[in-house]
């Protein structure tokens, strides 16, 4: 079949099927099949798929019309304009984290009197890997532990490292938030991306309330991953108070927040009396997305 007719169906169909960015995901996932970047795709276009080709794009193609993700499909997913490997156990990757690795990243270059690569950072829950890497390309030298509980997690997370060559710099730990951690007050900066989706909303179907979660998420990425339990702030009340125990003074505490936590996230770091500097940052959709705190 041409690429040109083939796509054009896609598209189509896609759109009958409600995907999101249907010439976009029709791109991407005729790139996949004939494992091409896009624009030698769209170069391609007068072009034909051979019969493995075709059969290849139309298994994928059903997948995505069962609403599986596209990442999950192909494998990958940009991030940081990076690409990264992406599977069924771990979180994909998501521009609001790219703002928490930008809050993290700018406050890490303005401590005063200290260099970026002295910098010793704990991530929280890494997943694919994403923020400790980044950190890592990003701050040099810098000093990174990534945690997670998750042992498949870990094993996408070191794969990403290796491939961004950051591994050395990266000590990768297997347990359950901070039980892994046997040093005290050693970190400089603590950041996580945790589970923040209430657990009533995990249960919802689809459609069902503007609060229910589309079918890409609810029905395919891990809820290890999402399950923030009774309001979404059971993890971020454990990481609020147990972050001050490896913070040293005056050390950082990022976190990335659902967008309607910015109250109850808020009044939970400052009834722990632990932290000052306390701030929530709205990311570029103006919607409340950060919190920042300094250990007291």
Not at 170 to 186: L, P
Request: hydrophobic letters at 45%; a negative charge.
């Amino acid at each position: 079949m041409q690429l040109k007719t083939l796509f054009i169906s896609a598209v189509h169909r896609f759109k009958q099927a409600d995907i999101p960015e249907p010439e976009l995901e029709a791109a991407l996932l005729l790139s996949h099949a004939l494992k091409m970047n896009r624009t030698e795709v769209l170069l391609a276009g007068e072009g034909f798929m051979d019969k493995t080709e075709l059969e290849k794009f139309e298994e994928c193609f059903s997948r995505r019309l069962g609403r599986e993700p596209l990442a999950y499909i192909t494998g990958e997913k940009e991030f940081w304009s990076l690409d990264f490997k992406v599977s069924k156990d771990v979180l994909i990757p998501r521009p609001e984290t790219e703002f928490l690795l930008e809050k993290t990243i700018a406050a890490i270059r303005g401590f005063p009197g200290k260099s970026a690569d002295t910098v010793k950072i704990l991530d929280l829950g890494t997943g694919s890997g994403i923020i400790a890497i980044i950190l890592a390309l990003e701050l040099a030298a810098a000093k990174v532990t990534a945690i997670d509980y998750s042992y498949q997690a870990l094993k996408v997370a070191r794969h990403n490292a290796e491939k961004h060559k950051v591994a050395e710099r990266i000590n990768f730990i297997n347990c359950n938030w901070f039980d892994g951690i046997v040093a005290k007050t050693e970190f400089d900066v603590v950041v996580s991306n945790p589970p923040y989706i209430a657990r009533e909303v995990l249960a919802k179907p689809f459609g069902m309330s503007s609060a229910s979660l589309p079918p890409e998420v609810g029905g395919f990425e891990p809820v290890l991953a999402l399950d923030g339990g009774i309001q979404g702030l059971q993890a971020i009340s454990r990481i609020v108070v147990e972050a001050a125990t490896v913070l040293k003074s005056a050390g950082w505490l990022f976190i990335e927040i659902g967008a309607d936590q910015k109250t109850e996230v808020f009044d939970i770091v400052k009834k722990t009396g632990l932290f000052n500097s306390i701030a929530i940052f709205e990311d570029y959709a103006g919607l409340p997305r950060v919190l920042q705190a300094r250990k007291c």
